[in-house]
């Protein structure tokens, strides 16, 4: 791969919804030392009309040819593409930066292909905060990582554990608690909501041992994720309320920033922040 000292690099992305578009905007508008060269997308009609409006015009391809387009494929895609790409751009030896934390847990294998191809598997903080802090304290020991999930109904239904369950959100009338368990059982069933929880996971003490509880909540407008840490080095609770995204309810505004800043500090003189 290029080192980022010397050149610009290359930037793929893998899925112009709510979250890609706007990182494809950014990067197409300018952003150090990196370049927007190729997008991709499951429908190539409309994604050659999406590309062809973006500064610079990228090429439209197939999620299947970025990683020999690209030095880094960002997959802001459905979590079912997640496999294929990952495991190609990896091979590769590209940077693979991906917003489906939670399609990651059952790819693990990843992270031992990336060590010897020389590529790297990169999770961006997303709709979450605090991981800084978390990844710090799992230096140490932590005891406890508990992250409680309230959205509104709209932003959950059809979840696949939902739809399991035959369970429906319409016409909830108060806060109701759907799910309570691991961020690994989390992120399987709501692959769609909970990506935050798969990360914390990662960064602590692993999405096994990671406690989350989700809530459906008539009465917020906002995807709040509270995180409470116990550490020998710390004890800390952190909250966040996110501006759901008007394209998708289920992720918010938030999450594409935290891609473009991601993607900022891969090139940037100053980084701050762990």
């Known amino acids: 791969m290029t080192s980022p000292s010397t050149s610009t690099l290359r930037v793929g992305i893998a899925g112009l919804g709510a979250i890609g578009w706007k990182v494809a905007t950014a990067l197409a508008t300018g952003m150090d030392g990196l370049t927007l060269v190729a997008v991709a997308g499951r429908d190539g009609a409309k994604t050659a009309t999406q590309a062809a409006a973006l500064p610079g015009t990228p090429r439209a391809v197939t999620p299947a040819e970025l990683p020999a387009l690209a030095d880094i494929v960002v997959d802001c895609a459905p979590s079912a593409a997640f496999a294929a790409l990952a495991h190609a751009s990896v091979a590769a030896g590209r940077v693979f930066m991906s917003v489906n934390a939670g399609a990651l847990l059952a790819n693990l294998d990843l992270v ?75 992120a399987r069933g709501f692959p769609a909501n909970v990506n935050v929880a798969a990360a914390l996971g990662l960064a602590g003490i692993g999405p096994d041992r990671t406690r989350l509880q989700i809530w459906a909540d008539p009465a917020v407008d906002r995807n709040i994720h509270t995180i409470e840490v116990e550490a020998d080095s710390a004890r800390f609770k952190l909250q966040i309320e996110n501006v759901p995204s008007e394209e998708n309810p289920r992720t918010g505004k938030i999450t594409a920033l935290s891609v473009i800043a991601c993607l900022r500090s891969l090139t940037a003189p100053l980084r701050v922040g762990t």
Do not use: H, Q
């Open 112 to 186: 031992d292909k990336a060590r010897a191809s020389g590529a790297r598997v990169i999770v961006p903080t997303g709709a979450l905060l605090g991981l800084d802090a978390v990844r710090a304290a799992a230096e140490g020991t932590i005891e406890r990582v508990v992250m409680i999930t309230r959205k509104p109904p709209n932003g959950l239904e059809g979840a696949p554990y939902l739809v399991e369950r035959g369970i429906t959100l319409a016409g909830l009338a108060e806060a109701r608690m759907i799910f309570d368990g691991t961020a690994t059982e989390g």
